[in-house]
């Protein structure tokens, strides 16, 4: 064994006694180092390590992080109790099975990640970890967690998605500096009313937790920023949510809800709101005090009008109305001028207004799955339109004010009774894709072949025998028939 002492090193080598070095090594890499002993050396920045079998380490400190990561170990290694200084310490993704008490001795950790290895448990030594901000739990099989783990008092981010844990740990509520709580995939049922005492907590996630209750006190989380509840089985939000007045972010997808309370009215901050796949019937009109609303989905419910007051969201820039039953389009959105993206798709409208060339700033406009027979004049208004989407409806003409929206890239138009596409298309010198399968076309006009920015025609499902020697000679453009 070579004996290498005192020197500044870029990289690392096995079989070898290295004694007050200082390394300096590539963090993207992942070192193979084995039966090598470091005495008195220091590591400077981010260091991972794949092997290190037969390898001790005697007074060494690490300025970053410690990585094991994907290092397929059973256990934690030893030495690594001895690495006293050690602040980072990342194990993820190896086959642990349990934390010895050992883990005591690392008292100035500050990040710890053991994420997916097969914990089942946690040692309550871990609680010696007092100066610990993040912990990193997720992808393991946990059931439960020590009460002692309330001494964490330092803890700002806990990770405990996709376990298997029946109810939010108790010491968790305990910790009053608390602000990243990761739950999701778990089996809990219920959001305890000690919940409430997290009142630092800025990021809440339960994604795909059997939810049954939310306790009214979530109201006391008046630090939160982000609350994801998506695909619960919620039925409904308590009234305590209007009480989040710093809520930027609010999902709700995929529960059974059926009603909004009226308090939501009061998120001030909120810019995102997400409750697709639900059971609305209605909105209420406290929406439109949410002046900072920028994000809206409500697709996938039974909403068969909005109210008047929706007008009112002002900042709105996305809206996804797609899946429900409206027959007649809501004009409340013609007056939503900063809106940029609109899906009114898979519902039963039969009719556009004027007032929809109103829409300015629209760049993505999606009608599909309608009973549209044609489109009023006005939508030749839409300069800024890259995206448009009448495919799926009762059209026998093409509208021709569609070829006026010289910024369009996208245009989908199948599966409607189109016997022909007009020449006029050729002035749409952006468009990238035209989607015209399944109608009753005979022929593509020639001029469409001559778009420099075209690269694919999809045309399938058409009595189309031939086309132009045009299309061919595009050596840019894709014809599907």
């Known amino acids: 064994m070579q004996t290498i002492k005192k020197k500044s090193l870029q990289d690392v080598k096995s079989n070898t006694r290295y004694q007050g070095c200082s390394f300096y090594l590539n963090r993207k890499k992942r070192y193979k180092v084995e039966n090598t002993i470091f005495d008195n050396c220091s590591f400077r920045g981010d260091i991972v390590f794949r092997s290190l079998k037969g390898t001790e ?33 990342d194990l993820s993704g190896n086959h642990i099975t349990e934390i010895p008490p050992q883990i005591s001795n690392l008292t100035l950790l500050k990040e710890m990640d053991l994420s997916r290895n097969r914990l089942t448990s946690l040692t309550a030594d871990i609680a010696h970890a007092k100066y610990l901000t993040t912990l990193h739990l997720h992808k393991n099989q946990l059931r439960s967690l020590p009460l002692e783990m309330k001494e964490l008092q330092n803890l700002s981010h806990i990770s405990l998605g996709q376990n298997s844990l029946t109810t939010i740990p108790l010491c968790i509520t305990e910790l009053k500096n608390l602000e990243n709580l990761n739950l999701i995939e778990n089996q809990i049922t219920e959001i305890p009313p000690q919940i409430g005492q997290l009142v630092n907590l800025r990021y809440l996630s339960a994604i795909r937790c059997p939810l049954q209750q939310i306790s009214s006190q979530i109201g006391q989380l008046v630090n939160l920023r982000c609350l994801n509840l998506t695909e619960c089985e919620l039925q409904g939000i308590p009234d305590e949510i209007g009480q989040l007045v710093k809520l930027g972010r609010l999902h709700i997808d995929f529960n059974r809800i059926t009603q909004l309370p009226a308090t939501i009215g009061n998120l001030q901050n909120l810019f995102e709101l997400t409750c697709s796949s639900n059971r609305l019937t209605s909105i209420p009109p406290t929406i439109a005090h949410l002046s900072e609303l920028t994000h809206l989905s409500f697709n996938n419910n039974q909403l068969q009008s909005l109210p008047v007051e929706f007008a009112q969201c002002k900042k709105l820039v996305k809206l996804n109305l797609g899946g429900n039953r409206f027959s007649v389009f809501p004009v409340e959105i013609a007056y939503l001028y900063t809106l940029q993206e609109l899906s009114c798709s898979h519902n039963d409208l039969s009719f556009l207004p004027p007032e929809v060339g109103q829409l300015t700033n629209l760049t993505k406009l999606s009608l599909a799955h309608n009973n549209l027979q044609t489109l009023p004049q006005e939508i030749a208004h839409l300069h800024k339109l890259e995206d448009i989407s009448i495919a799926n409806n009762n059209i026998t003409e093409f509208p021709t004010q569609i070829t006026q929206l010289r910024n369009l890239q996208s245009l989908g138009c199948s599966h409607n009774k189109l016997s022909s596409l007009p020449t006029e298309l050729a002035k749409l010198k952006n468009l990238n894709y035209l989607y015209c399968a399944h109608n009753e076309l005979t022929t593509i006009p020639v001029e469409i072949a001559k778009l420099c920015q075209l690269t694919y025609i999809y045309a ?11 299309f061919t000679q595009n050596k840019k453009l894709y014809v599907s028939r």
């Not at 380490?57 to 006293?84: D, M, Q, T, W």
């Not at 399938?460 to 045009?470: A, V």
């Open 57 to 89: 380490f005697h007074n060494c400190g690490f300025s970053g992080k410690l990585g094991l990561r994907l290092a397929n170990i059973e256990k934690i290694p030893e030495y690594v109790f001895s690495l006293k200084d050690l602040q980072y310490l």
């Open 460 to 470: 399938c499902g058409n009595p189309i025998e031939s086309l132009p020697q045009e």
